[in-house]
């Protein structure tokens, strides 16, 4: 693979088709990733992942525009693509991009799913949560319980719309995490990639809300690993709407682990390697 700033290689250097995985990975962050998991199948398949794209706007790129930054790469490539995985909200541009990709190749790629959710505003408002509590050690909890009930009114004005709560949320964060760099004297170096993580996360998820509908239909089509986690993915959906669940995929797979470990699960990696393996034979009975 030559250098790129859309993907990097994160497992495998021999045979096989390639597979991609899309996630947005953060530094810190609590859940494994996909290099945990590739790691563990120990797969000869190239496998790269999505790079996480700098925003510093409050608006930024286009479901379309992040599909066509990850495709571009692929295509340039020009090497088979044997599977698509995606995770959390990854899993809505893994369909699209699987999409894509099915119309460019003989055969489709193979759509695996991990924990998939749509995009969505309640999961932008857990993350703004989780992000600013980091600042209540050295601003204060007040302002940060301020920072939190702006933005879940405004989550109740339009629950709908992440257009608008997106630049709200990213907005607070602003304003929050600049008292704090203040208080600290952060430099301006750390400040901005501090800040450009946040809402560069938001820009994904917001993006990704535009692709939501028709990603639903092509989940129909995919494998889906479930956690155990009552409120991650199928599970949260189960609880809303179990009839939708039943059909969501065409195929789930559950593991008794936590959303955040799923892609560290010894027994998710097992099945996982089983899958390429199948796609594997699969094309070699086909030739």
């Not at 250098?3 to 290689?9: H, K, L």
């Not at 699960?265 to 086909?286: F, K, N, P, V």
Request: proline share 5%; net charge negative; aromatic share 10%.
């Amino acid at each position: 693979m030559e250098t790129s700033d859309a993907w990097w290689e994160i497992g495998g250097k021999g045979p096989g088709d390639l597979v991609l995985a899309v996630d947005f990975t953060a530094t810190g962050r609590p859940d494994a990733r996909f290099a945990d998991i590739v790691g563990l199948t120990a797969t000869s398949h190239p496998v790269w992942e999505t790079m996480p794209q700098a925003i510093a706007t409050d608006i930024g790129p286009s479901g379309e525009e992040y599909l066509d930054r990850w495709f571009e790469d692929v295509r340039a490539g020009g090497q088979q693509v044997g599977a698509v995985l995606g995770f959390c909200a990854g899993a809505v541009y893994a369909a699209a991009l699987a999409g894509r990709i099915a119309q460019w190749q003989e055969r489709a790629p193979q759509l695996i799913l991990f924990d998939p959710e749509q995009a969505n505003a309640f999961g932008l408002l857990w993350q703004f949560h989780k992000s600013v509590e980091l600042f209540a050690g050295i601003i204060g909890a007040e302002p940060v319980a301020e920072a939190q009930e702006t933005a879940r009114q405004a989550l109740e004005a339009d629950p709908e719309n992440l257009g608008y709560i997106g630049p709200v949320l990213v907005g607070l964060f602003r304003e929050i995490s600049e008292a704090a760099f203040d208080e600290i004297e952060l430099e301006p170096e750390s400040r901005t990639e501090f800040t450009e993580s946040f809402t560069s996360f938001v820009a994904y998820v917001v993006a990704a809300g535009q692709l939501n509908s028709s990603a639903a239909t092509a989940w129909t089509d995919a494998v889906a690993f479930s956690s155990g986690s009552p409120l991650s993915g199928l599970n949260r959906l189960r609880s809303t709407d179990p009839d939708g669940a039943a059909g969501a995929v065409a195929r789930e797979l559950r593991f008794d682990c936590d959303h955040t470990d799923l892609l560290r699960d010894e027994g998710a990696a097992t099945a996982l390697a089983e899958l390429l393996t199948a796609q594997d034979l699969s094309r070699q009975i086909r030739m």
